[in-house]
C-alpha cells in the first residue's frame, strides 16, 4: 500500500527503495502467537467465503507456520510459481516506491504486528494485513500480472495527475474485491481477507450495495478508509479484470474523468449491474462507532 504526501527520502536505515531488512529473528513470541491467532480466526470465516485462488494461494504458500512467515523463504515458494518476491518496508510507501517494486513483481510488506489488543481493527498495513491479505493471490498467475500492469499502471498516472482515479480502482480491486462465481460471491480483496468481521460484512450484511465491476465507474467512486465499505464491486473473473484494464487506455479515460463528477459512495446508478442494493443501515447507524460505543 502506499501513501501520497511523502517529502524526502527513505527513513534512517532503509535503503534508497525503502526496503529495510524483515529482522526475522527479533520477533517476540508474543509477536508469532498474534499472528497464529489472527490466521486461525480467518481461517474459520474464509471457506466459502474467500475465492479459490485466494485459499489455493494460501495452502501453497503454506502461511501456518509457527508465526510470521520468513520473507525469504516465502519469496523463494512465491518466485517458483510467478516471479514476485516479497520485500519488507517500514510501513507505508511514497507512491512512486510503491508503483516501482510492483512493476518490478516486488510486494512491499510492512514488517511489525499490530497488537494483541488490536486484532480486529487497525488503519495502516501491517505484516498479517499484508503476507496474509495480499500474497495469496500474488501465486494467481492472472492476478499477478493484474498488481504487475497496475504499478506500471500507477506511473503513468502519476505523470497524468490522476492518481486519484487509479487509487479507487486499487481499492476497489486489489483491497475490497469481490468475485462472482456461479456458487455466489467470494472475496478476493486483501482489505477483506485480513478483516474476520469484514470477511462476514461484505457479503452477509444488508447494509452494503454490491455493483457490478465497470472501470469508469469505480474510478468516479470514492471510498472510506475508516470503516466497513458502502458499495463492493463484484468482477466476473480475474481474467475480466486483466483483461479490461490491460487492453483499456487510460489516458482517453483520464480525460474524461478530470471533467466528470465523482459519484457518491451509496448511489446506485441506472445502468448499475445491481447484485444487491443495500440498505445502508450499518453507516447509517454510526458505523464502527456505534459498534464500539
Ligand atoms: N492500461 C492502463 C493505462 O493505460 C494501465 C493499467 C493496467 C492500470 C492495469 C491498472 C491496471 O494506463
Ligand atoms: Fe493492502
Redesign the pocket.
Known sequence: MSAGGFSGGPPEGAAADWTIPQGWSAYTAQEHATWVTLYERQAEVLPGRACEAFLKGLHALDLHGEGIPDFEQLSDKLERLTGWRVVAVPGLVPDEVFFDHLAHRRFPAGNFIRRADQLDYLQEPDVFHDVFGHVPMLTDPVFAD?MQ??G???Q??MSMGRLRN?AR??WYTVEFGLLGTPEGLRIYGAGIVSSRTESVFCLEDPSPNRIGFDLERVMRTPYRIDDFQQVYFVVPSLDHL?EV???????P??DRLAGASDIPITAVQPDDRVFTRGTQAYAKAGGRLATAA
Open positions: 493484474y500492469a497496475y506500471k499502471g500507477g503513468r498516472a487509479l480502482l486499487y486483466l484494464t490491460v487492453s483499456t487506455d487510460f489516458a479515460l483520464y
